[in-house]
C-alpha cells in the first residue's frame, strides 16, 4: 500500500500571510492531485501535476510536483479566509488506472 | 447540474443494521468508487468499478458489498452495520483526461452506527 503523509496536520495563520503544505511518500506516482474540502462536502480538484519538478499556479497557489514524483507542495501566498478548509493530497500510481491514494490531509484555518 | 448524487444524507443504524447507500452520477463516467473518511487518515477506497457490471475491491471491503448493474449508479451495501464503520461516506465517479484524472465527488452520507 502507498502512503501519502501530509504536514503540518493543523495550520493556522492569520490573513496575509504565506504558507506551505507538503505531501511525501516513499512510493512513485505517475500524477498528484490536490483538493480542497470544506465542511459538509465533498473534496474538490484544484490542479494535477504529471511531470517531475513541475509546477503549476491558481491564483496565489503554487503547486510543485517533486522531480522524483514522489513529493508535492502546496504554497499559498497572502492567504485570505476564504482559503480555510482541509487540503488533501492524492497520488495515482500508474497513469489510466484511477485508483487514488489519499494523504492524511491539512486542516489550514485563516484567522481575519 | 447534478453532477454525483448521493442519498441518503445522513443516517443512524442499529448495530447489525443493514443499509444501502445510492449514488448517482449523469455524466456517463465509467470509473465510479466509493471512499470513507475518518479523523487524521484522509480518504480511503472501498470498492471501485470501470464500468457497468465490473467492480473490485479496494483498501478497506470487509463488511462492504457493491453492484454495477447501469453505469449511472453504484451503490454501497452494508450487511451487517458496525459500529467500527461510522464514518462519512462519499461516493465519487471520474473521467480520464490527458492531463490525468477528473474526479468528482458526491456531498457525502454520514453513517453513524449505535
Redesign the interface.
Known amino acids: ?1 502507498q502512503l ?1 503523509e501530509q504536514s503540518p ?1 493543523f495550520l493556522s495563520i492569520q490573513e496575509g500571510e504565506n504558507l506551505t503544505v507538503y505531501c511525501n511518500s516513499s512510493s512513485v506516482f505517475s ?1 498528484l ?1 490536490w483538493y480542497r474540502q470544506e465542511p ?6 484544484l490542479v ?1 501535476v ?1 511531470t517531475g519538478g513541475e509546477v503549476k499556479k491558481l491564483k496565489r497557489l503554487t503547486f510543485q510536483f517533486g522531480d522524483a514524483r514522489k513529493d508535492s507542495s502546496l504554497h499559498i501566498t497572502a492567504a485570505q479566509p476564504g482559503d480555510t478548509g482541509l487540503y ?1 493530497c ?1 497520488g ?1 500510481a500508474n ?2 488506472n ?8 491539512t486542516r489550514l484555518t485563516i484567522i481575519p | 447540474n447534478a453532477g ?1 448524487t448521493q442519498t441518503p444524507k445522513f443516517q443512524v443504524l442499529k448495530t447489525g443494521q443493514s443499509m444501502t447507500l445510492q449514488c448517482a452520477q449523469d455524466m456517463n463516467h465509467e ?1 465510479m ?1 466509493w ?1 470513507r473518511q475518518d479523523p ?6 472501498i470498492h ?1 468499478s ?1 464500468g457497468a457490471g465490473i467492480t473490485d475491491q ?2 478497506v471491503p470487509n463488511g462492504y458489498n457493491v453492484s454495477r448493474s447501469t453505469t449511472e449508479d453504484f451503490p454501497l451495501r452494508l450487511l451487517s452495520a458496525a459500529p467500527s464503520q461510522t464514518s462519512v461516506y ?1 461516493c ?1 465517479s ?1 473521467r ?1 483526461t490527458d ?10 452520507s454520514w453513517l453513524t452506527v449505535v
Request: charged content about 10%; aromatic content about 14%.
Open positions: 500500500t501519502l496536520q500524477s492531485q459538509g462536502e465533498g473534496p474538490v480538484l494535477t504529471v488533501l492524492a495515482v497513469f489510466g484511477e485508483k487514488l491514494t489519499f494523504g492524511t490531509g | 454525483v470509473y468508487s471512499y487524521g487518515m484522509g480518504l480511503r477506497l471501485y470501470v479496494g483498501e462519499f465519487a471520474s480520464s492531463s490525468g484524472n477528473t474526479i468528482y465527488f458526491g456531498e457525502g
